[in-house]
T-cell receptor
Framework: AQKITQTQPGMFVQEKEAVTLDCTYDTSDQSYGLFWYKQPSSGEMIFLIYQGSYDEQNATEGRYSLNFQKARKSANLVISASQLGDSAMYFCAMKKNDYKLSFGAGTTVTVRA | DSGVTQTPKHLITATGQRVTLRCSPRSGDLSVYWYQQSLDQGLQFLIQYYNGEERAKGNILERFSAQQFPDLHSELNLSSLELGDSALYFC?????????????FGPGTRLTVT
């Protein structure tokens, strides 16, 4: 069974600073996708960034970047220049060709002014 | 706005009752997924449909069922409700299946069973 581990239940970050959210995964498959989602207090799930297992370059989307280390099976999310609106729960997820997303437990990020 | 719509936003009902949650995927998306988010179990995949056919099943209880209609909207039916079924239920859609296709989530339906 695939397993996603997010070891940081909660983090505080100062506005305008960068924050790294840890994610490790466990799979014996060679082909898979890694995703990060943001869930604000309002509850919706917002897709942030995707990394394919065969992608050689780390994915970036605006202030979000994914630090992908395949040998270590880690896919850490880096949020640069944090804003107050970044305060939310962040979920790491993996998808193989069995279609479903498997999620980690999430990390709550609180941005301080 | 993800383009995925879910109704109702909130639902309060009693134990033993039956409810139907509705989802309309993004325009053009053929795949619909249902997830349950609860405090004790986190986010869990329930079931997936692709162009009207069931494609994958996750931790879905026998009391729960779903279907996808020809217009691609989907419904999740929950029956004989128990207190433990209280959760946020998400529908998500994607253009195609496969590991590289992101899923776009609706706003969710918050179900409270009293």
């Amino acid at each position: 069974a695939q397993k996603i581990t997010q070891t940081q239940p909660g983090m505080f970050v100062q506005e305008k600073e960068a924050v790294t959210l840890d994610c490790t995964y466990d799979t014996s498959d060679q082909s898979y996708g890694l995703f990060w989602y943001k869930q604000p207090s309002s509850g919706e799930m917002i897709f942030l960034i995707y990394q394919g297992s065969y992608d050689e370059q780390n994915a970036t989307e605006g202030r979000y970047s994914l630090n992908f280390q395949k040998a270590r099976k880690s896919a850490n999310l880096v949020i640069s220049a944090s804003q107050l609106g970044d305060s939310a729960m962040y979920f790491c997820a993996m998808k193989k060709n069995d279609y479903k997303l498997s999620f980690g437990a999430g990390t709550t990020v609180t941005v301080r002014a | 706005d993800s383009g995925v719509t879910q109704t109702p936003k909130h639902l309060i009902t009693a134990t033993g009752q039956r409810v139907t949650l509705r989802c309309s995927p993004r325009s053009g998306d053929l795949s619909v997924y249902w997830y349950q988010q609860s405090l004790d179990q986190g986010l869990q995949f329930l079931i997936q449909y692709y162009n009207g056919e069931e494609r994958a099943k996750g931790n879905i209880l026998e009391r729960f069922s779903a279907q996808q209609f020809p217009d691609l909207h989907s419904e999740l039916n929950l029956s004989s409700l128990e207190l433990g079924d209280s959760a946020l239920y998400f529908c998500a859609s994607s253009t195609r299946t496969g590991e590289s296709y992101e899923q776009y989530f609706g706003p969710g339906t918050r179900l409270t069973v009293t």
